[in-house]
């Protein structure tokens, strides 16, 4: 069974510019998250999508976004790139089943590791 | 609302040392606990996670954990290091809200084990 996975994994970009970074999660998972970790903040909320809803959001500015689509693959999007947006984005997917905890665990992908210059 | 506390950034350890790292949770409800570990430039993986039951779980690589309801604590605990185990652990805490769950981490604990 193919895990979680992030494309691309490296990526620099300039201030200014938008970014578009992938997420396809394992097969038969329906929650998608997101995740920004950097080294004083540690892992951050961005958000979680379900069947291709917005379900929950973190305290991030608008620019940054994200959908999903009906397999279950979802992208997050960052514009106007700031310096402070570079980081390790990580996606993470799991069954979210309604009935009981199983499932519950969230499986991650390798990340993409986004540097603003 | 839920938070999660991992006391310590960093834990220096000696290999074949005993080492514990801490992790504390507020919640009025029920939670289920998780730790995950990460290596340099990877994703997390799932080291072990407390949903009922006993409430000292194993984890893989000799990990185990202990829930501890009356203290709101989930501390990770290995009996003998390893050079490998070195990387940054994140204790999270998962709550469920009708259809689904929330998940919150902790800011991570880097493990670095000294030969």
């Known amino acids: 069974k193919a895990g979680v996975t992030q494309t691309p994994r490296y990526l620099i970009k300039t201030r200014g510019q938008q970014v578009t970074l992938s997420c396809s999660p394992i097969?038969?998972?329906?929650?998608v998250s997101w995740y920004q970790q950097t080294p004083g903040q540690g892992l951050q909320f961005l958000f979680e999508y379900f069947s291709e809803t917005q379900r929950n959001k973190g305290n991030f500015p608008g620019r940054f976004s994200g959908r999903q689509f009906s397999n279950s693959r979802s992208e997050m999007n960052v514009s106007t790139l700031e310096l402070g947006d570079s980081a390790l984005y990580l996606c993470a997917s799991s069954l979210n089943r309604k009935q009981g905890p199983g499932g519950t665990e969230a499986f991650f992908g390798q990340g993409t590791r986004l540097t603003v210059v | 609302a839920q938070s999660v506390t991992q006391l310590d950034s960093q834990v220096p350890v000696f290999e074949e040392a005993p080492v514990e790292l801490r992790c504390n949770y507020s919640s009025s409800v029920s939670v289920y606990l998780f730790w995950y570990v990460q290596y340099p430039n990877q994703g997390l993986q799932l080291l072990l996670k407390y949903l009922s039951g006993s409430t000292l779980v194993k984890g893989i690589n000799g990990f185990e954990a202990e829930f501890n309801k009356s203290q709101t604590s989930f501390h990770l605990r290995k009996p003998s290091v390893h050079i490998s185990d070195t990387a940054e652990y994140f204790c999270a805490a998962m709550r469920q809200f009708g259809g689904y769950q929330k998940v919150t981490f902790g800011i991570g604990t880097k493990l670095q084990v000294i030969p």
């Open positions: 097969s038969g998972h329906r929650s």
